[in-house]
C-alpha cells in the first residue's frame, strides 16, 4: 500500500468515524449529500450504514454488476 493510499483510507476512515457521532437528522443531511437524494428512514443505524457503505463504494469500488443480482 503506498503512502497515498494509506493517507487515502485514513481519512475515509476518520470520515466514517465521524458520523458515529451524527444525530438521525445530520445523518439525513449527510444522506442527501452522498446520495443526491432525501431518504424517509429516521433509524439511525441504518442511515450510518448506508452512508458509509457509499463513501467506501465511492473511494474503492462498489461490487460489480454481476454480484448485485
Known sequence: MGEETANDSARIRE???SLRQMT???LKQKHR???????????????FRRIA?????????????????
Do not use: Y
Open 24 to 26: 438521525a437528522g445530520q
Open 33 to 47: 449529500e452522498v446520495f443526491g437524494e432525501d431518504t424517509r428512514s429516521n433509524h439511525k443505524q441504518f442511515l
Open 53 to 69: 457503505w457509499r463513501i467506501q463504494a465511492n473511494a474503492w469500488g462498489g461490487l460489480m454488476g454481476r454480484l448485485c443480482w
Open 15 to 17: 470520515g466514517i468515524e
